[in-house]
């Protein structure tokens, strides 16, 4: 049964959680009095549904439904989870959140998106105070996983675990902190850095993009893949992180940064960064910052992705919850064996999806069908898989980043030691885009030599094989490179 979501405040934030919990198959509400909420939650949306898709190699549940609700109350009745993200004033939040118990069901996970306001703070007044956590994300929400999960003691500690469960089922990484603090865990270093950012711009050391340049170029790319402390242990070569501390601890007690004062911020100092910043980044609309931003996380999480390695280990993950409830195919039929979007990366100097990787959708339609009988990851792992032998593409249209694609796989003959597939691919519009011709071998892994497969995997074949003659020939079977259309 889908579940809602009910978000309350529909602003960057808001825009983001409500995409989340959209492309993962919930319901949600949205209230939020700015008269231009559904135009710039539709433009957040627009975003998120480019990009959220590339990052998974399986399809993402049906969309849920989206309803833009005139009250609180109409928004909260009968949803699973209330996010709220209304402006950071304790008076504000506190108002908000005991419009939402008044209607909302008993029990519900109510998270706060506060980046500062501990818990205990968030209910002081509530009816129901074990309801309330802080739900801290960053941005985007819809692409990046971490989420700063705070409860207190009693019963917002079950709520925190209930909530914990619900963000890992979307695809979240929740981080659950120990201790009420103020602004949590990661806010507190993002200060510290910001800090340090206005005194070298303030005492004419840096301007904004040195400053940016100097992360995104050198400790940025290491702390997205390892974090601060595994970094430093690497740091610390073979004698590891004690030798690090001994090297390097020592500075921590001289004046080299400012990090226990602030500059004022001057109308004079704001000035200068706004004209740096303009400099910078500002012959960019905001949207355009956001799809750039957004494609180059998809790439680096994508690539974290085949390395299987902190948010990259998630995705997987996730992939795998998805792909645990497709639905058993009707061999009757020809298999669905790939249903993805096409991600930036996979496009090229045309705009569209490149030959290789036409391949690669095509190897991975193969692998899935070799999951299909029985050849699977297991199997492989004990010394045997089937190899492809020949290849056939024919590129009938293109697919451009964002597109989904699907593949169906049919199978022309098996017996022995190979079989025959066919497969085809289309555009979600129905266009068909390609079909690639294919000849597996079974072999051993350990004499790389054709062998015969068990028979538990060739009667298999031999069922599907059966089921599939009586199909129609796909057009396109037999054909030789180069032949006229």
Not at 78 to 101: F, T, Y
Not at 156 to 171: F, N, P, R, S, V
Not at 227 to 249: C, D, K
Not at 255 to 269: F, I, N, Q, R
């Amino acid at each position: 049964m889908t579940r809602t979501a009910a978000i309350i405040g529909g602003g960057v934030i808001g825009g983001g959680w409500a995409a989340r919990f959209l492309l993962n198959g919930w319901n949600v509400t949205i209230s939020d009095p700015d008269p231009e909420a559904e135009r710039k939650i539709g433009e957040v949306l627009a975003n998120a549904r480019r990009s959220l898709p590339a990052l998974s190699d399986v399809a993402l549940p049906a969309e849920g439904k989206l309803r833009f609700c005139a009250s609180i109350a109409e928004a909260v009745t009968g949803a699973a989870w209330v996010q709220e993200s209304v402006p950071e004033r304790l008076d504000i939040k506190h108002k908000v959140l005991a419009e939402i118990q008044a209607h909302a069901p008993k029990g519900v996970v109510i998270g706060s998106s506060t980046s500062g306001f501990k818990p205990s703070e968030l209910q002081q007044g509530a009816v129901r105070p074990g309801e309330i956590v802080v739900c801290h994300p960053f941005n985007p929400v819809y692409l990046l996983p971490l989420i700063e999960v705070v409860g207190s003691d009693g019963p917002a500690a079950a709520t925190a675990d209930k909530a914990h469960e619900i963000l890992t089922g979307i695809g979240m990484k929740p981080l659950k902190v120990r201790k009420e603090i103020d602004a949590h865990i990661a806010d507190r270093f993002l200060e510290a850095v910001w800090r340090e950012g206005l005194w070298l711009i303030k005492d004419g050391i840096a301007t904004t993009e040195e400053i940016d340049d100097a992360i995104r170029f050198g400790f940025g790319i290491r702390w997205a893949q390892m974090g601060l402390f595994e970094t430093y242990r690497v740091a610390g070569g073979e004698a590891g992180m004690a030798h690090f501390i001994a090297q390097f601890g020592p500075c921590l007690s001289w004046p080299w940064t400012k990090l226990m004062d602030v500059p004022e911020l001057t109308d004079d100092l704001v000035k200068t960064i706004a004209d740096q910043s303009d400099a910078q980044s500002g012959m960019h609309t905001i949207r355009q910052l956001e799809r750039i931003r957004d494609d180059n996380l998809v790439s680096m999480m994508r690539s974290l992705k085949g390395r299987n390695w902190g948010a990259g280990a998630l995705l997987n993950q996730h992939d795998a919850r998805l792909k645990a409830l497709e639905p058993t195919p009707d061999f009757a039929r020809p298999l669905p064996t790939l249903d993805r979007v096409v991600p930036i990366s996979w496009t090229d100097y045309n705009g569209h999806m490149n030959e290789a990787r036409y391949l690669e959708a095509f190897s991975k339609a193969s692998d899935r069908f070799m999951e299909i009988i029985g050849c699977d990851a297991a199997y492989i792992a004990a010394g045997n898989s089937y190899f492809t032998a020949e290849t056939h593409l024919r590129h009938i249209d293109e697919a451009l980043a964002g597109d989904r694609i699907r593949v169906e796989t049919q199978l022309l003959s098996a017996g022995g030691k190979k079989y025959q597939i066919f497969c085809t691919m289309y555009h979600q519009d129905g266009r068909l885009l390609a079909t690639a011709e294919q000849v597996l071998i079974h072999v051993s892994l350990q004499t790389r030599a054709a062998t015969m497969p068990p028979s538990d995997i060739a009667d298999k074949l031999a069922r599907i094989a059966k089921l599939h003659a009586a199909l129609p020939i796909p057009e396109g079977v037999g054909r030789h490179v180069g032949q006229p259309r």
